[in-house]
């Protein structure tokens, strides 16, 4: 029953990279903190989109998942619709929590969290 899962660990792993967040903050820096989906400017929360979805097949790829022309700073509204696939109730759940290592949504898992109060 132990959640240990090689795969998803390697994008963990990127996403709490010193290069992630320095990547990260470069783009937010480069995007003035506006998003670049509606033009608003975000005084909540920021989020910088992968153009290409990560996987754990290319997210070692830095020409993929650290090259800033593939990133994008949104504002989360923004943001869900880019993921619009994953709506509503499960926008602060991280897709990786719904979605399998060959990013098949896991749609038990998201009626459950849709059943909660997980907002
Ligand atoms: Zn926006």
Not at 2 to 8: D, M
Not at 24 to 34: E, F, L, N, P, T
Not at 74 to 87: E, G, N, P, T
């Amino acid at each position: 029953m132990r959640e240990t899962n090689p795969q998803k660990k390697l994008i963990d792993k990127f996403y709490a990279s010193r290069a992630w967040r320095m990547t990260r903050a470069w783009v937010i820096d480069r995007d003035k903190g506006i998003c670049q989906s509606c033009g608003e400017i975000i005084f909540g929360e920021m989020t910088v989109h992968h153009e290409i979805n990560l996987t754990p097949q290319n997210v070692n790829d830095p020409a993929i998942s650290l090259n800033p022309e593939l990133l994008k700073t949104l504002c989360h509204v923004c943001h869900d619709k880019a993921h619009k696939r994953f709506s509503g109730a499960v926008r602060c759940i991280e897709r990786k929590v719904i979605v399998d290592d060959d990013l098949n949504i896991n749609y038990k898992k998201r009626q459950e969290l849709q059943k909660g109060s997980v907002v």
